[in-house]
């Protein structure tokens, strides 16, 4: 069955570190993968998709299809990326977009 | 542009009582679906709807109901409100599954 898997729950850095937030998915078909952010009380958005290949506020996400995996990553983490962020798995059969558990990331100054 | 919208933003029940969580859409998007989402599980896809009159089950669908009747409007039902389905409701709008998927702000519900 098709799963997304967050292993951190929270993630704490000091403002400047690098961020890495780890993405794990199983899925059998073509993957489109997404990640979006939650701000404290603002509603879901999305962050950036494996598709675009963009760069969205210093973040990037490579998809490594070989380690089934969608990280995050940021080198130098600021106070306002702190949020939840979503790992998501779009289907190719269905229109089912599946998420992960989330990790919260704590930018400290 | 209203985008998702969704009311009401908090709600209360008692134990049994029914509701429907209302969610409207003005982008014209076909697919639309509700999840909840709950510390440390994330979010949950409850139902979803491919277009006017298609609706299908998600992760966790039991008790609740939907329909579609219009492209814009996809409610979620509550038949008989139970302490475990207290949580943070969210809709959701795109134009597929494999698209950006927008929000709505969610429904916060409290069960007692």
């Known amino acids: 069955a098709q799963r997304v898997t967050q292993p951190e729950k929270l993630l704490s850095v000091f403002k400047g570190a690098p961020v890495e937030l780890k993405c794990n998915y199983s899925y059998s078909g073509s993957p489109e993968l997404f990640w979006y952010v939650q701000y404290s009380r603002q509603r879901l958005q999305l962050l950036l998709r494996?598709?675009s290949r963009e760069s969205i506020k210093g973040f990037t996400a490579d998809l490594n299809k070989g380690e089934t995996s969608f990280h995050l990553k940021k080198p130098f983490a600021q106070e306002e990326d702190s949020a939840m962020y979503y790992c998501?798995?779009?289907?190719?059969?269905?229109?089912?977009?599946?998420f992960g558990s989330g990790t919260r990331l704590l930018v400290r100054p | 542009n209203a985008g998702v919208t969704q009311t009401p933003k908090f709600q209360v029940l008692k134990t049994g009582q029914s509701m429907t969580l209302q969610c409207a859409q003005d982008?014209?998007?076909?697919?639309m679906s509700w999840y909840r989402q709950d510390p440390g599980m994330g979010l949950r896809l409850i139902h979803y709807s491919v277009g006017a009159g298609i609706t299908d089950q998600g992760e966790v669908p039991n008790g609740y109901n939907v329909s579609r009747s219009t492209t814009e409007d996809f409610p979620l039902r509550l038949l008989s409100a139970a302490p475990s389905q207290t949580s943070v409701y969210f809709c959701a709008s795109s134009l597929g599954g494999r698209t950006e998927a927008f929000f709505g702000q969610g429904t916060r519900l409290t069960v007692v």
């Open positions: 494996h598709i």
């Open positions: 998501a798995l779009g289907e190719d059969s269905s229109y089912k977009l599946i």
């Open positions: 982008m014209n998007h076909e697919y």
